[in-house]
Each structure stands twice: as C-alpha cells, then as structure tokens.
C-alpha cells in the first residue's frame, strides 16, 4: 500500500489550495478514504472522510463549509479542496485508509503534505 499526499503550501489567509493523494498497492475503489491532519505539537485531527463511491462524505467542524472531499476512483486519486483558508488551519496533512469517520481506525496513511497558512 502505498499514499502519496502532494499540493501542500504556504498560502495566506481567505487562499485556497487542492491536496491529492495518489494511492497504489490496493484496490482504491473498495476503500473508504479520510483526510486527517496533525499541527506541530498536537494530536492527529480527523478533516473529512469519503466513502469507497464518493457518494458520501462527512466534515470535522473546523472544516465545514470551507473544505470538499472528493475522489477519482479511475485515477485512484483522493484530494481535498480547501478554500477560505485560517492560521489555524496550519498541519501537516495525511490520506489514510480503513474508515470515512474513525481515526482509530486508520490501516496506512501517507507521509503527509504540509500546508502553512499565514497573515
């Protein structure tokens, strides 16, 4: 298995930036999917989750509104659109697979992207 998170940055506040996670080694289209992030010093934070058809999809509440999950099971490709960026949205982020809503129960995760917000 292998998740390979790109598209992190540093951007300003109100900026927008798009994650991908390019997936391998599985069968992608038969997985749930999450995005989870984790700032310098805190513990891992769920951001969203997608189920294994894209039909539906849950926000942790810091994302609501401003982030949309979504996948290319033909690409086998995960991303995050993240818009109406804030400070505290600063983390590294990660794809992970084993459940749309449960960190704990998260079977791989890539090395991450990380992505900066400031002022």
């Not at 982020?93 to 995760?109: H, L, N, T």
Request: overall charge negative.
């Amino acid at each position: 298995v292998q998740l390979v998170e790109s598209g992190g940055g540093l951007v300003e506040t109100g900026q927008s930036l798009r994650l991908s996670c390019v997936a391998s080694g599985f069968a992608f289209s038969d997985h749930d999917m999450m995005w989870v992030r984790q700032a310098t010093g805190k513990e891992l934070e769920y951001v969203s989750g997608i189920n294994y058809d894209g039909a539906d999809t849950l926000y942790g509440e810091p994302v609501q509104g401003r982030f949309t999950v979504s996948r290319d099971n033909d690409k086998s490709t995960l991303y995050l659109q993240m818009n109406l960026l804030k400070i505290e949205d600063t983390a590294k982020y990660f794809c992970a697979m084993g459940s749309m809503r449960r960190v704990d129960r998260i079977s791989y995760r890539g090395q991450g992207t990380q992505v900066t917000v400031i002022t």
